[in-house]
């Protein structure tokens, strides 16, 4: 039997489970997915027992995803270049090796949901400079963004997101965020800001082009009110659920070995899940 786990401190939130989980059902794969709460002292400690546990590899989550790309043999390009990674697994010589997903997820999201996106390469407005948002701008720039205006609430943040990815990223000041909309041909809430739980997102959209699309990452709850804001003045919305489904697709092929395929039925099914919560 071959297993995964994500590991986390807390991990009960997760949902990589419910998303792994339904595949390796679909799929008839003798495997299993499991949730490991470890704290942050025992995490390196925890990756070195991970074949002695059974594990082929593993997701990590937060507070640990720095500490994973530190711990790896091999770190990919992408795990590199955003300084953490959330995809972990052993290769046949026993040797950890770390990828992060979180670019390709959201890539293969919006490529998906508002194909087109870049076309006319207008700039790209991005909120956050955390480690989703960290993601987001790696893999904007490496799908022909020509322009990201940064936006961030503590603004030393952004500033050190620009020095690692250089002269396309702009910071601007977090007050400007509304002014910034002008001219953007997507605009991306990658905070926490709107997520159930946290403050709501204070931005006015009026200064966005109408032919633009709107991407939020949070996906609790599913339909934000930016996307609800944005969907009512007739911009193109794509929600935070297809990031974290399409996220998962390369840990589960090199974990068990099919490339499993992120459809409606999924979607609904983590949904459901997420509309229980
Ligand atoms: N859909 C997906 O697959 C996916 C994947 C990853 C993350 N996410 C979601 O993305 C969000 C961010 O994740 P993360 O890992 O980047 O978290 P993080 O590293 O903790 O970053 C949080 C970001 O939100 C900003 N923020 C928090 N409270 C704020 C406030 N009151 N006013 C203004 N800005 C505020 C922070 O600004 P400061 O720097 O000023 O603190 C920072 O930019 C979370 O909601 C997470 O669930 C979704």
């Known amino acids: 039997m071959r297993r995964a786990c994500v590991i986390g401190w807390p991990v009960e939130h997760s949902r990589s489970p419910l998303i792994h989980r339904y595949w390796l059902k679909l799929y008839g794969i003798d495997g299993a997915y499991e949730k490991e709460a470890v704290r942050p002292e025992d995490f390196e400690s925890f990756l070195g027992s991970l074949a002695a546990r059974g594990y082929a590899g593993a997701n990590v989550t937060l507070p640990h995803k720095e500490a994973a ?4 043999a091999i770190a990919d390009e992408a795990a590199r270049a955003i300084g953490a990674a959330n995809t972990l697994w052993l290769d ?6 770390a990828s992060n997903t979180d670019a390709y997820g959201f890539m293969t999201n919006l490529d998906e949901e508002a194909p087109g996106w870049n076309e006319g390469r207008r700039p790209v407005l991005v909120l956050g400079a955390g480690g989703a948002a960290r993601a987001i701008v790696y893999g904007l720039l490496a799908a022909g963004a020509s322009r990201i205006l940064l936006a961030n609430r503590t603004r030393e943040r952004a ?7 250089g002269e396309p990223v702009k910071v601007i000041d977090w007050e400007q965020r509304n002014r910034a909309l002008t001219g953007c041909g997507l605009f991306v809430n990658a905070t926490n800001l709107g997520m159930t739980g946290k403050e709501p997102l204070d931005i006015d959209l009026a200064a966005l082009p109408q032919d633009a699309v709107v991407a939020d990452i949070v996906y609790s709850p599913l339909e934000t ?3 609800a804001a944005a969907r009512a003045r007739g911009n193109r919305t794509v929600d ?4 974290l489904l399409h996220q998962a697709v390369p840990g589960f092929e090199r ?3 099919v ?3 992120v459809t409606p039925e999924l979607r609904a099914h983590a949904a459901a899940s997420l509309g229980a919560k």
């Open 69 to 72: 790309l530190r711990a790896a």
């Open 92 to 97: 046949q010589t026993g040797r950890l090796c």
């Open 159 to 165: 500033e050190a997101l620009t020095e690692a990815f």
């Open 225 to 227: 009110e930016l996307l």
């Open 240 to 243: 935070g659920l297809g990031m």
């Open 255 to 257: 974990w068990f070995g």
């Open 259 to 261: 490339r499993p395929e």
